[in-house]
C-alpha cells in the first residue's frame, strides 16, 4: 500500500485481520481496515464520525486540528469485544472505544483526563488490562476490568527507560504483547549516529514490571534512502506464520505500511535475514480480489453517504453538502467566509498513492457566486489548487494557486474562463521521491493545458499527514454558493 497509513496496529480474529491507522485531522476517524492475505486491505469501519464539536475541530475562528486530533491508536480483542485506544494532543485526553461488531456497529467511548503519548493496549491473559506509554521514559497503568477508566490504586509506574546516548527520537509508538511466556514490548527509535534511520527495538521480560532485555529487531531500508521501517506490531496466522507490520516514511506521499516474514530465534522475533528485509512477501494466505484504498467516484448515491474510501478534512459541515440533492452529482455549498484552502470547511479528501496517479474531475459552476472558489486541492500545509475563482457580473478565470506563505493562496496563474463547466486534472509523481504535482485544466476533458507552476511537494509536521486530493468550494465574501462535480476519477500509475 503505496499510500499514507501510518502507525499502523494489527490483530487477527480467527481468519481475518483487522487494522487500524493514525487520521489526525481526517473526518471520520480512525480508519478499520479488512483482510485475509495481509496483502488486499478493504476499508470496512471507522471508529468515529468525528472526535469532538469545537471550534478547532470545526476550522472555526481561525482555529484547527493540523497534525493534532488521534494518533497512534491500538487495536484489541479480547472476549467478544473489540477496543481501540489513542490520545489526542489538542484535547489533552485519553480515549477508549469499544464495539462487538467491528465492521457495522457503532463504537462507545470513555474519555479520560491528561495525554497518555502513543499507548499501547496490553490486555493480560490474567484478566488485568493496561495501557503502556511514553516517549524515551515509559511508563505503565492499570485499565479497569471493563477498560473504561484508570483502576483506583492499580499499577502506575515507570517501566523502562528508553537508550539515551546517540539517540535522536527515543523509543516510542509501544505495541505490547504477551507470548510464550514472555512480555514483549516493540517501540521505534531514531539514532543521531550510523544509519541515523528509525529502526525498529524489542523488549521482553518474563516479569510485567521487569526488568527488560532490549535488542535491536530490525534496522533497514528495503533500499529506499535510508528511511527505515518500524513502528508496529506482530501478528500470526491461523498456521502459526508470523508477521510484522510496520511503516516506512516515503516522503511527500506519506508514511507507508509494510508486510514483513518474521519467525522465533530463542525467543526473540527475528525480521527478515541478517537485518535485512524482504522486498516480497509471499503468503499461504487466500488470493482474493484486490480492494481500492482510493476509488474513483461517479457520486451515485441513492443517500448521503459517501463511500468509506473519502474523508472530509476536518469535521464537515452536513448541511452544505449532497449527492442526492442533484442525483449523480456532489454538490458542495458554501458556508462560513474563509480566507484560503486550510481554513475552508468542507473540503472532501482521498489519499494519493505511489509511485503516481492522477485525479480529474468536472465542476459546474452555474451556481458559484462572486467570490467563491472551488476545485482540487494537493493538500498539505505546501499546498496547490486549480480551480475556478468567480468574481462579479458573471466573470470566471481559472486559477492556480499556491501556499503563499503563511497559509493564504498565491495565485501563480490567472486564465478567464467563459463556460459552464470545467475539467481539472492534477498529476502526482511520487517515484523516488521526486514529489512532483502539476495542475491541468480543460474545456472537453480531451485536450489539456498545463496551469501555474510544477508543485514541489514536502511532508511536513505541522500537518503530520500525506498528500491528499481534495474537491472544495468555499466562500470569500458572502454564503450561499454552491459547485456541482459530476465525477472524481482517479488513476494509480506504476
Known sequence: MWSDVPDVDVIRVGSEFYMISTSMHAMPGC??????????????????????DNDAHRLLNGEDIYGKGSWAA?????????????????????????TTDIEHGIWERSVIPNLYHDPGFL?????RNYIIYGNGDIRIKELTEDLTAM??????????????????????????????????????EWPKTGNKRRRQIGYRSRELLGPYERKIILDDDMGYYNNGLAQGGIVDTPDHEWYAVLFQDRDA?????????????????????????????MTKLPVVEPKPLVISDEFDYT?????????????????????????SYLRLKTGQIAEGILQARNTLTQRTEGPACSVETVLEISGMQPGDRAGMVALQNGFGTVGIAAGEQGQFRIVMCINSGDGQEDTVESVVFTGEKVYLKVDFNFKDSLDQASFYYSEDGIAWKPIGQTLQMKYTLDHFMGYRIGLFNYATLQSGGYADFDYFHFNRQN
Open 74 to 98: 491500538s487495536l484489541r480483542y479480547k472476549e467478544g469485544v473489540f477496543y481501540v485506544c489513542f490520545s489526542s494532543n489538542d484535547m489533552n485526553r485519553l480515549y477508549i472505544y469499544r
Open 123 to 127: 490486555l493480560d491473559d490474567d484478566g
Open 253 to 281: 506521499v506519506g508514511r507507508v505500511p509494510c508486510v514483513l516474514p518474521m519467525r522465533w530465534e530463542n525467543d526473540w522475533p527475528v525480521i527478515g535475514d541478517n537485518g535485512t528485509a524482504a522486498h516480497v512477501v
Open 151 to 188: 483502576k483506583p490504586g492499580g499499577v502506575d509506574q515507570l517501566l523502562l527507560e528508553g537508550e539515551r546516548t546517540d539517540i535522536g527520537l527515543r523509543i516510542e509508538g509501544c505495541h505490547a504483547y504477551k507470548l510464550n511466556g514472555y512480555y514483549y514490548l516493540f517501540f521505534i
Open 31 to 52: 480508519p478499520i481496515m479488512k483482510s485475509v492475505n495481509l496483502k488486499d486491505w478493504e476499508i470496512v469501519n471507522y471508529v468515529y464520525d468525528t472526535l469532538e
Open 303 to 327: 443517500t448521503d453517504r459517501l463511500a468509506l474510501n473519502w474523508q472530509w478534512n476536518h469535521n464537515p459541515e452536513n448541511s452544505l453538502w449532497s449527492v442526492t440533492e442533484r442525483p
